[in-house]
């Protein structure tokens, strides 16, 4: 049974995010757990606005969220409704880093599902302030950023970002591993560098033991130029090749963060077009939690 995080603001953009989760994971047992937190934020924008009462009470604002919850609940399972699959919801005034850690905590969850825009509305940042937020906090689960009115296709070709210079550990890609075997996908390496170069020891070496834990799924290395902005560069790459989920490691000097820091994305912006699988830096440990990924074929 796997157990996936899908916060929601009752915006379209989290409804989206949540018809994507139900459609990767239609043939996986799960339980889902929907949560909203009722905190202020900046501005709010409810598909449910015409129903809900706004007031500003401590429990005018949490009968809002349980309502709200009840009312999204009832739309997803309109849009699908699997007897594998198990939903829980949760209303909580805590700040939504908190409480995703919590329910991480407790639940042994092993995904946070979540749109790229959200209630903010902001056009010019990267990604949305409160997906940032929750990736800067979230340091022990992978997080799936969906973005603003993407419609599913199946992850049949994967893109992982790596510079190469760093030995990655198999729990670590062990969720990019299982939804390639699971949607029989084709997985694009690609090495962002500013001179296209021989690689050197370490990187040939870290290569080689990626390629080890693919295994038989089909791999292959691609070494692009960064275009003078590693985000740019990825965004050509991932058009270019119709990658349909791009997947990058959360660690210092890694790639995210080159792209959460370029001043160019409060201008023209890298605007996230296809899901980004935000991945942990575990290290060696937790080697046995994400084997709970299953292919989809066994159900």
Wanted: net charge positive; charged share 20%.
């Amino acid at each position: 049974m796997k157990h996936i995080i899908l916060p929601t603001d009752f915006s379209e953009n989290a409804l989206n995010a949540c018809k994507y989760a139900l459609k990767l994971l239609e043939k996986e047992r799960c339980t889902f757990h929907i949560v909203n937190c009722y905190v202020p934020l900046e501005s709010y924008h409810s598909i449910y606005s015409a129903t809900l009462d706004m007031g500003t009470s401590d429990n005018i604002n949490a009968l809002n969220s349980q309502k709200g919850l009840q009312e999204f609940l009832n739309i997803l399972k309109d849009i699908q409704n699997r007897p594998w699959h198990f939903f829980k919801t949760i209303s909580s005034p805590r700040l939504l880093n908190n409480e995703i850690k919590r329910l991480i905590n407790d639940t042994k969850s092993e995904l946070v599902i979540m749109g790229t825009k959200g209630a903010s509305g902001l056009k010019e940042v990267f990604m949305g302030s409160t997906t940032v937020n929750v990736i800067k906090s979230v340091k022990s689960c992978p997080i799936l950023a969906i973005p603003e009115n993407f419609d599913f296709k199946a992850p049949m070709e994967i893109g992982f970002a790596t510079d190469l210079y760093r030995f990655y550990s198999q729990s670590e890609l062990q969720l990019v591993l299982e939804l390639a075997k699971t949607f029989k996908s084709t997985i694009r390496i690609v090495n962002v560098t500013e001179e296209k170069a021989p690689l050197l020891n370490i990187q040939k070496f870290n290569l080689r033991s990626i390629q080890k834990y693919f295994g038989d799924i089909p791999n292959y290395l691609h070494i692009v130029s960064t275009e003078n902005s590693v985000s740019k560069a990825l965004e050509s790459f991932a058009k270019k090749l119709d990658i349909h989920l791009l997947a990058l490691l959360n660690c210092p000097k890694g790639y995210l963060e080159k792209i959460k820091t370029e001043p160019i994305l409060r201008k023209v912006a890298f605007h996230t077009k296809i899901p980004l699988l935000i991945i942990p830096e575990l290290g060696m440990s937790n080697s046995t939690k994400s084997n709970n990924w299953v292919s989809a074929t066994s159900i």
